[in-house]
């Protein structure tokens, strides 16, 4: 998508105009239009309202998207987000390739977030998997040029370019995690990770089996073993000039699972079907690579992510069995089905080791548990410092990708103790009872003292009820608020 700055609305573009709620404004024409359509009830400039005008009103374009604001002094971040996303998905059923947005002073302080909004809300699902009519059709739908009108102001312009840069990223993820296992396979992204590191100059380490079986990866490994694909650990090292030398990495570790059919703890009918999604946090992790490239963060900053698929065969992995991890602690696997737990065990470990970072924060969709917790507006904020896990939920606040605190207590450690092995990889019998924070405590077995947040993604990593600038699948959930999150100095 093509980006433009323009002084006056093109008149052949479809022009996205906002209104606020009792506000008149406009030229005379559209005043009239306005106050006949308030008073017929049709418009009325509430927020997320849309109504499509065709004919010309005074000097503007024959085509015009009226966009409901609500009460100027009611804006916010969602309400913004929400009301763009919705202008962008009726723009894209009227087929417009050229889309232009006015955008009045009061809305110069959301250039950013609308930047985002119009960008996340005109991602289709890739149509990489369609054919003939079908694919024709949904090609037809994708806007070419977004022109923005009424911002002289270079500051301005550049927060909607991040903006617009952040949203990319954010439909890539998605287009990732949408993505089903044939496809997005780990060699998928090997391809990916090697792009990421060619454009920003970060140093690649992808570790295979004979890697991971020399460091004693035994959990990783052992998730593996269904898998006909080699399992990878996926490394991404940023470490720009204008980093501080002096300054620890900060590290984001990202679970990778390609398909989590739950193992011999097969997961039934009505929650396998779209398990593509239990790549999520690797998928963002990895994004957040390229977007600290992009948008010049002055930190060095490792990205790490296992990646394998978690299937049954005559190698799988078995509950009893017992896992030497990578941290020399053992593990009885309870339940295949937690598996995340696994990897993630043996990536965090070695990262620790090997990078000493001044704080380590994971992403995965981790727990059903927290998915019936907080559903999928909110993901469960875990860790072991108050400053990181408060740095992270304003950033989320800031950019509504909302993190909510979850309870970690010793008691959850307590119940991952393992009765043959020193832990176990579920709570036998009781799974589901504090799901999201024993999944956390288990985690926490091996992280030591290093500073740690644990984000459990599984509700709002992928939604059947989008918001306004979402689709149905994946959601691209994390990417901003790590980002938003960095930029904070975090
Ligand atoms: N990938 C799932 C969690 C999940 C469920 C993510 C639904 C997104 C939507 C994870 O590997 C899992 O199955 N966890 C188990 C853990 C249990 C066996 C301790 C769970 O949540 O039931
Ligand atoms: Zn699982
Ligand atoms: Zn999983």
Redesign the pocket.
């Known amino acids: 998508m093509e980006l433009r700055f323009l002084t006056k609305p093109k008149k052949t573009s479809l022009l996205i105009y906002p209104v606020f709620e009792k506000e008149k404004a406009g030229n005379a024409a559209l005043r009239k239009i306005l106050a006949e359509l308030a008073a017929a009830r049709e418009f009325e400039a509430k927020s997320e309202q849309t109504f499509f005008l065709f004919g010309k009103a005074g000097n503007l374009p024959m085509r015009v998207i009226l966009l409901g604001l609500g009460e100027a002094k009611k804006l916010n971040i969602a309400s913004v987000m929400s009301a763009f996303g919705a202008a962008i998905k009726k723009s894209a059923a009227h087929r417009s390739k050229e889309i232009g947005v006015l955008l009045n002073k009061e809305l110069y302080p959301f250039a950013e977030a609308i930047g985002e909004a119009l960008v996340m809300g005109s991602y289709q699902p890739s149509a990489a998997y369609k054919t003939g009519k079908a694919l024709n059709k949904l090609r037809g739908q994708s806007v070419k040029t977004l022109e923005i009108v009424g911002v002289a102001k270079k500051d301005i312009q550049s927060a909607f370019r991040k903006g617009v840069a952040v949203a990319n990223a954010v439909n890539e993820v998605r287009d990732w995690v949408n993505a089903p296992p044939n496809f997005a396979n780990a060699k998928f992204f090997d391809d990916k990770a090697a792009e990421i590191a060619k454009e920003t100059g970060a140093k690649l380490t992808i570790l295979r089996k004979k890697e991971l079986e020399k460091l004693g990866m035994g959990a990783l490994l052992g998730v593996n073993r269904g898998s006909p694909d080699e399992a990878r650990l996926t490394i991404l090292d940023y470490s720009p000039n204008s980093a501080d030398p002096k300054e620890p990495p900060l590290v984001f570790v990202g679970?990778g699972?390609l398909f989590?059919s739950?193992g011999y703890?097969l997961?039934p009918r009505g929650?396998i079907e779209?398990?593509q999604?239990?790549k999520a946090g690797a998928a963002a992790v990895l994004a957040l690579i390229k977007l600290a490239q992009k948008l010049g963060i002055a930190k060095r900053i490792i990205a790490v992510a296992p990646f394998t698929e978690?299937l049954i065969g005559g190698h799988a992995l078995k509950p009893s069995e017992i896992l030497k991890t990578y941290s020399g602690k053992t593990v009885e696997i309870?339940?295949?089905?937690?598996?995340?737990?696994l990897v993630l065990a043996d990536a965090i470990a070695y990262a620790i080791d090997q990078f000493k970072p001044k704080y380590l924060i994971d992403v995965a969709?981790?727990?059903?548990?927290?998915?019936v917790a907080l559903g999928d507006r909110y993901a469960g904020l875990f860790g072991n410092d108050e400053n990181l896990i408060e740095k992270l939920r304003a950033a989320g606040e800031e950019v509504d990708e909302l993190l909510w605190p979850m309870p970690l207590h010793k008691d959850h450690n307590k119940k991952m103790k393992g009765v043959y092995a020193d832990l176990r990889?579920?709570?036998l019998g009781s799974?589901?009872d504090a799901?999201a924070s024993?999944?956390a405590a288990f985690l926490q077995e091996f992280i030591g003292k290093t500073k740690w947040a644990h984000l459990d993604i599984?509700?709002p990593?992928?939604t059947g009820d989008p918001k306004k600038y979402e689709t149905k699948g994946a959601t691209g959930f994390g990417v901003r608020v790590l980002v938003r999150f960095l930029e904070n100095n975090g």
Do not use: F, P, Q, V
């Open positions: 679970k699972i989590d739950g703890n997961k929650y779209d398990m999604l239990d978690n309870t339940n295949t089905d937690g598996e995340g737990r969709t981790l727990t059903g548990a927290c998915m990889n579920a709570d799974e589901r799901g024993k999944g599984a509700g990593a992928w």
